[in-house]
């Protein structure tokens, strides 16, 4: 299906088309602003909403994944891949975690990368200005304050910017992925002959810790890992 104008018109016919219940319509619009390098989360998240109404989970999956990814925060992208995930073989119990493991996380990598790094440019440019109002302020009372101020953010910015790195650092070395295949055996090295480990089924997330001559080494939420051929699995 052609393209309209503008992506936002295009948006917005793919959106009417869904309204309509054209979902597979809707779907080539979505995906044709993908191939074009259009992104948002709301692109993301109604491609997702078009590939569940056509009953493709796998790829409703991974695309509700990506726009989460993008606005972790939104609870609408929260709910529907939750209820996605309801339709897929594969109920993998995560591996147990201490509360202060859980909050520890939490503050490393979780929130948008962008966010961190938006706040991040504000507090280092707020720092700058305490410190200007420190050298140039004829009172005590205020230049104590400033520096007080210039201080405290400072050491705010500086601590966000190394929590944005980490999470940086984090999400090109851990990459999650969705299972494409309707089953496939995790192995224990990455060859064709290596022990079967368990199976996976499509839909099912798992995170790609290493990659060697066409096979990815995986781990799942309840902390088993092994090797999958990279062709049965699709990056987030």
């Known amino acids: 299906m052609a393209i309209a104008n503008t ?39 109604n ?17 509700y994944e990506r726009a989460a990814k993008l606005d972790p925060d939104d609870t609408d992208i929260e709910h529907n891949l939750r209820i996605a995930y309801l339709s ?8 147990p975690e201490l509360f202060y493991e859980r909050w520890i996380r939490n503050l490393a990598y979780g929130g948008a990368l962008s966010s961190k790094a938006g706040w991040t440019v504000t507090l280092i440019w707020l720092s700058a200005a305490l410190f200007a ?5 004829s009172k005590l009372i205020i230049r104590k304050w400033a520096f007080a101020g210039f201080a405290a953010t400072l050491f705010a910015g500086v601590l966000l ?5 980490n999470q940086n650092s984090h999400l090109n070395h851990n990459k999650g992925a969705i299972i494409f295949s309707d089953a496939v055996y995790v192995k224990a090295s990455p060859n064709t002959d290596g022990a079967n480990l368990f199976m996976l089924h499509a839909g099912t997330k798992v995170v790609v810790t290493d990659e060697m001559e066409g096979w990815k080494k995986i781990r799942i939420a309840n902390g088993n890992e092994g090797w999958i051929d990279q062709g049965v699995a699709e990056e987030i």
């Open 133 to 137: 109002g420190y050298l140039f302020a």
């Open 7 to 45: 992506p936002e018109q295009s948006f917005d016919k793919a959106g009417k088309l869904y309204k309509e219940q054209n979902y597979a319509a809707a779907l080539s619009i979505y995906d044709s602003l993908l191939r074009i390098g259009y992104q948002s989360a709301e692109l993301e998240f």
């Open 88 to 95: 897929t073989i594969d109920k993998i119990d995560p591996a």
């Open 47 to 63: 491609c997702g909403n078009a590939y569940y109404r056509t009953g493709q989970i796998p790829q409703a999956i991974l695309h």
């Open 161 to 165: 910017w190394l929590l944005a790195e």
